[in-house]
T-cell receptor, first 113, second 110 residues
Framework: DTGVSQDPRHKITKRGQNVTFRCDPI?????LYWYRQTLGQGPEFLTY????????KSRLLSDRFSAERPKGSFSTLEIQRTEQGDSAMYLC???????????FGDGTRLSIL | QKEVEQNSGPLSVPEGAIASLNCTYS??????FFWYRQYSGKSPELIMS????GDKEDGRFTAQLNKASQYVSLLIRDSQPSDSATYLC??????????FGTGTKLQVIP
C-alpha cells in the first residue's frame, strides 16, 4: 500500500467553475477526512466519513461544497461555483479509527483565477 | 479562546540543541494527541502520538502530555537543519473531532 493518494495535485480554474477532487485512502482505514489549508494556518476541518457515512460537516462548509464516499473506499470533494476565497490546499487523510493517527495525502492545490 | 493553541514562532535553535515546542488545548475531554511535521509546500507527516499522561520517546523525539494542565509538548534532541519545518499539534476532542493548531515554525541554524 502506497498510502493516501489524491488527484489532481494541482488545479487551476476560473472563478465560477466547478471542480472535483478525488482521494483514495489507505485500504484498511475506515475513516476519511477532508481539510483545507491556507498559508500560515493549520489544516481546517471540512468533513469526515466513517465507511460510507458522512458523520460531520464543518459549519464553515458552505452549500457549494459536497463530499461523497459512495462505497466506503475513495471519496470525492466537489466545489461548485468556485470563488477566489476557495484557493487553498485541500488535504485528505485517513485513519483506522477514532483513536488512530491520521495519514495525509499530498494534497490538491487549487488556484482560482 | 482557540481550541488548540501554538506559538507561531519562528523558534530558532542552533544545530545540536534541544528544541521545545508547546501546545495547549481547551477541550478537557480530549483523548488523543498528535504531532505532525510539515515542510513548506508538503502535507503533514505524523511524528508522534500520545494518549496518556507522561512522556513518550521515539528516537530524538519526546512527546509530553499533561491532561490536568491541558498541554502537550514535543522535544527534539540534537536538532538538525533537516528538522526545520512547521510542527502541528492535533487533538482529538470529546466529540470525535480532530482539531489542528496553526503550527510552530522551527528553524535550526547550522
Amino acid at each position: 500500500d502506497t498510502g493516501v493518494s489524491q488527484d489532481p495535485r494541482h488545479k487551476i480554474t476560473k472563478r465560477g467553475q466547478n471542480v472535483t477532487f478525488r482521494c483514495d485512502p489507505i485500504s484498511e482505514h475506515n475513516r476519511l477526512y477532508w481539510y483545507r489549508q491556507t498559508l500560515g494556518q493549520g489544516p481546517e476541518f471540512l468533513t469526515y466519513f466513517q465507511n460510507e457515512a458522512q458523520l460531520e460537516k464543518s459549519r464553515l462548509l458552505s452549500d457549494r461544497f459536497s463530499a461523497e464516499r459512495p462505497k466506503g473506499s475513495f471519496s470525492t470533494l466537489e466545489i461548485q461555483r468556485t470563488e477566489q476565497g476557495d484557493s487553498a490546499m485541500y488535504l485528505c487523510a485517513s485513519s483506522p479509527g477514532l483513536e488512530g493517527p491520521q495519514h495525509f495525502g499530498d494534497g490538491t492545490r487549487l488556484s482560482i483565477l | 479562546q482557540k481550541e488548540v493553541e501554538q506559538n507561531s514562532g519562528p523558534l530558532s535553535v542552533p544545530e545540536g540543541a534541544i528544541a521545545s515546542l508547546n501546545c495547549t488545548y481547551s477541550d478537557r475531554g480530549s483523548q488523543s494527541f498528535f504531532w505532525y511535521r510539515q515542510y513548506s509546500g508538503k502535507s503533514p507527516e505524523l511524528i508522534m502520538s500520545i494518549y496518556s499522561n507522561g512522556d513518550k520517546e521515539d528516537g530524538r523525539f519526546t512527546a509530553q502530555l499533561n491532561k490536568a494542565s491541558q498541554y502537550v509538548s514535543l522535544l527534539i534532541r540534537d536538532s538538525q537543519p533537516s528538522d526545520s519545518a512547521t510542527y502541528l499539534c492535533a487533538v482529538t476532542g470529546g466529540y470525535q473531532k480532530v482539531t489542528f493548531g496553526t503550527g510552530t515554525k522551527l528553524q535550526v541554524i547550522p
